[in-house]
């Protein structure tokens, strides 16, 4: 791993890269559905 990045870091990376493909591809589903929104209107969700 890169200087300052812990051996987890990469699990982590892989999965965002693997839930980036099913949003792009529109697979993914959020939790809660819909997901909520905070005060400033963003999104707020676990996608999977």
């Known amino acids: 791993?890169?200087?300052g990045a812990a051996s987890?870091?990469?699990l982590d990376a892989a999965a965002m890269m693997l839930i980036a493909g099913r949003?792009?591809?529109g697979e993914a589903r959020p939790s809660p559905d819909p997901p909520?929104?905070?005060r400033f209107g963003i999104q707020v969700a676990i996608w999977a």
């Open 8 to 10: 987890d870091d990469f």
């Open 1 to 3: 791993p890169p200087k």
């Open 23 to 25: 949003i792009a591809s």
């Open 36 to 38: 909520l929104t905070d």
